[in-house]
């Protein structure tokens, strides 16, 4: 099944442009990914699922004008979610030099003008304030809400993408505020809205 099946299968529907640059992005990543490690699943199959994953949330989120994706590492979720929002400012922090070094000829080949990739670790990131944060297998919940507070714009959302420790991790960061939980397959989406 190709992107496009997969995706309109979940109801997504995106013009040609999306699928277009989704199938740059694809091969690009299968080319630098043998080289440089970037992700251990690099079949078609496995990557367009990845995909999905990234921007399934598309479907429950609130509209937001700004995101900041923590540890990008290959460009789930935040490249993606970048693609598929070209009027949104993204920004993608991710802390290894050869995925920066990926992420940002990924941004120059598909000129992504809404996108800024930042080689750091967000605790040390300075002068930037977004709406949303987004995650995928970086930390647990607690730990992002610390580390993320110093780019938060007044009222952040959060949306993690989690796997089965959800649950005790939702108890150990305290998180009693408006938040809702969005399973798929494996995934756990948690999305904690902003008032």
């Given at each position: 099944m190709n992107?496009?099946?997969?995706?309109e299968q979940n109801?997504?529907?995106?013009?040609?442009?999306?699928?277009?640059?989704?199938?740059?992005f694809v091969g690009l990543l299968q080319q630098w990914g043998k080289v440089h490690n970037l992700?251990?699943?690099?079949?078609?199959?496995?990557?367009?699922?990845?995909?999905?994953?990234?921007?399934?949330p598309l479907k429950f989120?609130?509209?937001?004008?700004?995101?900041?994706?923590?540890?990008?590492?290959a460009g789930y979720p935040g490249l993606l979610l970048a693609i598929a929002n070209r009027d949104c400012k993204a920004y993608l922090i991710e802390p290894r030099?050869?995925?920066?070094?990926?992420?940002?000829?990924?941004?120059?080949?598909?000129?992504?003008d809404n996108l800024t990739v930042i080689c750091d670790r967000v605790e040390k990131v300075e002068d930037l304030k977004v709406d949303l944060i987004t995650s995928r297998a970086v930390t647990n919940t607690a730990l992002l809400l610390d580390i993320t507070k110093n780019i938060?714009?007044?009222?952040?959302?959060?949306?993690?993408y989690k796997g089965s420790m959800l649950n005790e991790e939702l108890e150990v960061a305290k998180v009693n505020q408006n938040?809702?939980?969005v399973n798929r397959n494996d995934r756990n989406y948690l999305y904690i809205k902003g008032k």
């Open positions: 992107l496009q099946e997969l995706l109801d997504f529907s995106f013009d040609s442009k999306f699928y277009k640059d989704c199938n740059i992700s251990g699943r690099l079949s078609t199959e496995d990557i367009n699922e990845n995909i999905l994953d990234s921007i399934y989120i609130a509209e937001y004008k700004s995101f900041a994706d923590i540890g990008t590492g030099v050869k995925r920066v070094a990926f992420l940002n000829f990924v941004k120059a080949s598909l000129k992504l938060i714009n007044e009222n952040p959302s959060y949306l993690f938040y809702k939980i």
